[in-house]
């Protein structure tokens, strides 16, 4: 009984440093997303032109590399303005419809701008306030804004996952992947 007592103690103080940090839940997705941004981007830079058009099989539904990249744009620009309160400022233009590296490679940096100050400001205390999100239906729910943007940034990630098997199609090492210095590696 005075064991498990002891490691209950023991356990609660290894977990102090966790609490007292300040906003851990929002320093976390903020760390989250923007390492998914900079793998997302980076994979869209590391993907030749002529590979854009490139489907992961025959079906037709399924998006194509440079589509994959219009479709998070389109929805960092949603979901994003509803986190801040505001109209989307890409309304009524679909980006998974642009055609060159070039126009996807702008509109995905330019959605990722438009995101990173919401994510940039968010504290636990303004991730529970709550949102109002339209639906792709139209429906309009009420959120808290740390759900919306922890949906913004899980939806980045599957479509990550999405990027990759294009990448590994055309035996690009996509970011994620990428060969990290050794820990003992030091600059001299």
Request: aromatic share 6%; with cysteine; hydrophobic share 35%.
């Amino acid at each position: 009984m005075m064991m498990n007592k002891l490691s209950v103690i023991a356990l609660s103080l290894l977990a102090l440093p966790a609490l007292a940090q300040d906003n851990p839940v929002s320093s976390w997705l903020k760390t989250a997303y923007t390492n998914n941004h900079n793998n997302i981007l980076r994979s869209a830079e590391k993907m030749p032109e002529e590979n854009y058009g490139l489907r992961p099989g025959t079906q037709q539904e399924v998006r194509t590399f440079g589509q994959q990249l219009g479709h998070v744009a389109n929805f960092n620009f949603l979901w994003c303005s509803q986190a801040k309160g505001e109209a989307n400022p890409n309304a009524g233009k679909n980006l998974e419809k642009l055609t060159t590296k070039a126009e996807f490679v702008k509109a995905l940096t330019d959605a990722f701008a438009y995101c990173d100050p919401v994510y940039a400001s968010l504290t636990d205390a303004s991730g529970a306030e709550i949102v109002t999100v339209t639906q792709e239906n139209g429906r309009q729910t009420k959120n808290a804004r740390m759900a919306l943007l922890i949906l913004n940034y899980g939806h980045n990630n599957e479509i990550y996952g999405s990027v990759v098997t294009s990448l590994r199609q055309k035996d690009i090492v996509p970011p994620a992947s990428e060969p990290r210095p050794a820990a003992n590696q030091q600059k001299k």
